[in-house]
C-alpha cells in the first residue's frame, strides 16, 4: 500500500479529501479517508475538537461543516481539514504543494 512519509521518515497518518481540492466545501459531498497503519476499525474521528460517531470506518460522507482530524493508534492524529459551507470559495488542489509548481485555482459558488 502508499505509506506517506514525514520528513523525518517515520509514517504519519494523513486524511485525504475527495474531490481533492481545499477548503473542501459541503455542497461537493465530501468523503474523507483516514489512511495510516493498524486495522481500519480503529480509527477514531474527531469533529472540532470533539470525538465524532463515524467509529470503525475510515473513510464517511461530510454532512456537517467543521474541522475534522482523525487517529490510527500505531501512527498518530492526522492534520486536520476544513470543511465549509460557504457560498462562495477559492480553492486549491489537496496536494502537497512546492516553489515552482504551477498551480490551478477555483472560484467556485
Do not use: I, M
Not at 521518515?9 to 474531490?19: D, I, K, N, S
Request: glycine share 12%.
Amino acid at each position: 500500500g502508499w505509506c506517506p512519509l514525514s520528513p523525518a521518515g517515520a509514517q504519519t497518518t494523513q486524511l485525504l479529501v475527495e474531490p481533492p481540492w481545499r477548503p473542501a466545501v459541503l455542497w461537493d459531498r465530501v468523503t474523507l479517508t483516514c489512511q495510516g497503519s493498524g486495522t481500519a476499525g480503529a480509527t477514531t474521528w474527531y469533529k472540532d475538537g470533539q470525538r465524532w460517531g463515524q467509529e470503525g470506518t475510515d473513510h464517511f460522507t461530510v454532512t456537517e461543516s467543521g474541522n475534522y482530524t482523525c487517529d490510527r493508534p500505531s501512527t498518530g492524529l492526522s492534520p486536520s481539514v476544513r470543511v465549509t459551507n460557504d457560498w462562495l470559495v477559492l480553492q486549491v488542489p489537496a496536494r502537497a504543494l512546492v516553489g515552482g509548481d504551477t498551480v490551478t485555482l477555483r472560484c467556485r459558488s
